[in-house]
Every structure is written in structure tokens, then in C-alpha cells.
């Protein structure tokens, strides 16, 4: 497994931006499809994006596309999630996860590593 270390988030005014980073460690970062997922308050973890192995496919929820850019430096063993135009229904903890599939990378269960996630807050 790999282990997952998450930052960035923060409070921010919607309307505003916000660039989360996923730091892995190990060598095998690259052997590895990277998603973001995020957890409101009484609701379950949803997809945000996903990261192919080579950073070539990437994969959108609906909703953030357009705003999110889901990001990967295999030379650094991190993935990013660049967030524009926040919403107060962006507000959440967001958390990384590491898989070896790759497909269904839109389903928490294909990913078997998780950060401990960093909290995303969006005022109005």
C-alpha cells in the first residue's frame, strides 16, 4: 500500500480557488491511478476526479467539471486538485486515494489507500 498525506485545504469565499496537494510515498507512485473524493456532513463520499498511471486520462463527477483540474507529478509522488469558482456546496473534506485498477475509478471501493483527508470550507 501507499500512504497518503493531503493538504491545502482551508476556508475560502465562494467565487474563490483553492489547490489541494496529495503527497505519496514510496517508489511506486506511478504503478498507481490517483482520485480525489470529498465527504459532506451527513452524506456519503462522493467522486470529484481521477488520474490515470501516466497522468494521460483524467475523469470528472458531472458537477466539478469545468471547475476542478485533477493534476499528477510522478517525479514528485504527488497529485493535485486545482479547484476554481468554489460553491458553499463544494464545502467538505476531500480525501486522496491510490488504486491499482484502472477502471471504475469513479467507485471508493477500487481504491484500497486513503489520506486522512483536509477539510474545504466555501462561505457564501
Known amino acids: 500500500q501507499v500512504q497518503l498525506v493531503e493538504s491545502g485545504g482551508g476556508l475560502v469565499q465562494a467565487g474563490g480557488s483553492l489547490r489541494l496537494s496529495c503527497a505519496a510515498s514510496g517508489r511506486t507512485f506511478s504503478s498507481y491511478a490517483m482520485g480525489w473524493f470529498r465527504q459532506a456532513p451527513g452524506k456519503e463520499r462522493e467522486f470529484v476526479a481521477a488520474?490515470?498511471?501516466?497522468?494521460?486520462?483524467?475523469y470528472y463527477a458531472e458537477s466539478m467539471k469545468g471547475r476542478f483540474t485533477i493534476s499528477r507529478d510522478n517525479a514528485k509522488n504527488t497529485v493535485y486538485l486545482q479547484m476554481n469558482s468554489l460553491k458553499p456546496e463544494d464545502t467538505a473534506v476531500y480525501y486522496c486515494?491510490?488504486?491499482?485498477?484502472?477502471?471504475?475509478?469513479?467507485?471508493?471501493?477500487?481504491?484500497?489507500?486513503w489520506g486522512q483527508g483536509t477539510q474545504v470550507t466555501v462561505s457564501s
Open positions: 488520474i490515470s498511471r501516466n497522468g494521460r486520462s483524467t
Open positions: 486515494a491510490a488504486t491499482s485498477a484502472q477502471y471504475g475509478l469513479d467507485y471508493p471501493g477500487r481504491f484500497g489507500s
